[in-house]
């Protein structure tokens, strides 16, 4: 039987394939130290827990209105005005199935057969595949090493097409961790405005923050950024709760409800007592998130140190999610491997650690590390890579 054409053209996930690998090793055997997560280790609070089990004996486990229940939707709100001093309306806020499901949602709804997404690389392996199963084009363009990995307005205004739908902006970013500033986003947020491109800002690690600065989401920065950006958030990576599966979009009423009358023809709602866990999370105490967010920070400086110690290995330092995106071409190269993926292959076999190679991400000549692993793992995985950089000079 013929596949539809749509899903022909689907690249597999990279961070699947190499966790898959890991797995087979240490089932195998094999001490194995897996560097691919991208989820925290730590579990759910034990408030958001209770809430939920409490639902379930209460009998909340029937459908919900499709774009998500009153009470999380104004849970979100307060959030929302409590954080970035935003104000939505009931209509511009639906509950996704994660924040994936969000931007699936989305694109969906907003790209027609060529339209354009513009695709700052290094980008989170979805976004891509996502907008070709939209029918859109994703258009990667390449956010240097040397900036920070971060979009320019050059860089933007030359990806301009008279094609261009939207743009995509991921602060703190997965792989990279880097996070833009505020009038770096404002300067990418006037030539938004001046082309009429919808801004999809990504903001799933806005609590994973651990540099000596702050989160600004672009809609903040004025009335006409707010009204021409779709928010993307979630509560997976700052609650820990990425098996619940619960993310959220913010935007313009008309595209909201698009996507919530499609929702409503292809998953009917999120689930019931995911929702009231999500409610408990943005309602309840928040001692948790910032033990989890000084722990991130605690292991993100043992390792960046770690790892920038080996010889032929780079990195720039991120200041928020919880990776590290090294540079390793001048090892690999060192260590006499043809290309980066290949590196990353024959560490995992000699060595069994695992690492995300970064042609996934659009960035052949770098790794992804999740320290979402104990300091003690962290350590011996440091040791383990320089131990190969070393024994194949």
Same mark, same amino acid.
């Given at each position: ?27 195998? #055997?094999?001490? %194995? /130290?897996?560097?691919?997560?991208? @989820?925290? +280790? !730590? ?5 958001? $827990?209770? *809430? =939920? ?82 029918? #859109?084009?994703? %258009? /990667?363009?390449?956010?240097?090493? @040397?900036? +920070? !990995? ?5 860089? $933007?205004? *030359? =990806? ?82 990425? #098996? ?8 313009? @009423? ?140």
């Amino acid at each position: 039987m013929n596949l539809a054409q749509r899903v022909q053209t689907l690249t597999p996930s990279t961070t699947l394939a190499i966790t898959a690998k890991a797995k087979e090793l240490k089932q195998a #055997g094999h001490d %194995v /130290i897996g560097l691919g997560a991208g @989820e925290p +280790d !730590f579990n759910t609070p034990d408030h958001i $827990l209770n *809430a =939920a089990s409490k639902s379930m004996y209460d009998g909340f486990t029937k459908y919900t209105p499709s774009g998500g229940t009153l009470e999380l939707k104004k849970a979100i709100q307060a959030k929302m005005r409590q954080d970035q001093g935003l104000t939505y309306d009931m209509g511009e806020i639906i509950v996704t199935i994660g924040a994936k499901h969000a931007l699936y949602t989305l694109f969906q709804v907003l790209l027609d057969k060529g339209d354009e997404v513009i695709v700052p690389a290094p980008f989170w392996v979805s976004y891509p595949e996502q907008i070709k199963l939209a029918e #859109g084009n994703p %258009v /990667i363009v390449n956010a240097k090493e @040397e900036n +920070d !990995f971060k979009l320019t307005p050059e860089d $933007l205004k *030359a =990806a301009i097409t008279e094609k261009t739908k939207a743009v995509i902006i991921n602060s703190p970013s997965n792989p990279t961790g880097v996070m833009y500033e505020k009038e770096e986003l404002k300067a990418l947020g006037d030539i938004c405005l001046e082309n009429n491109i919808l801004i999809v800002s990504d903001e799933i690690y806005e609590k994973l923050i651990y540099a000596d600065t702050d989160h600004y989401s672009i809609a903040q920065l004025s009335d006409e950024l707010k009204e021409q950006t779709v928010i993307i958030n979630g509560v997976s990576k700052s609650h820990s709760m990425t #098996g619940w599966r619960i993310g959220y979009a913010l935007g313009n @009423e008309t595209i909201i409800k698009a996507m919530t009358n499609l929702a409503s023809h292809s998953t009917s709602n999120p689930t019931s007592i995911a929702q009231v866990a999500a409610e408990a999370a943005y309602t309840g105490n928040q001692e948790e998130v910032e033990k989890m967010r000084v722990a991130f920070s605690e292991r993100l400086e043992k390792l960046y140190d770690w790892i920038t110690a080996i010889p032929g290995i780079e990195c720039v330092k991120p200041k928020g999610a919880f990776y590290l995106f090294p540079n390793v071409k001048k090892a690999a190269t060192m260590n006499g491997f043809d290309s980066v993926d290949d590196w990353v292959a024959a560490l995992l076999e000699e060595e069994k650690v695992a690492l995300v190679p970064g042609s996934g991400f659009g960035a052949p000549d770098n790794v992804r590390l999740s320290y979402a692993i104990s300091i003690e793992q962290l350590e011996e995985a440091a040791k383990r890579i320089r131990r190969f950089v070393e024994t194949h000079q």
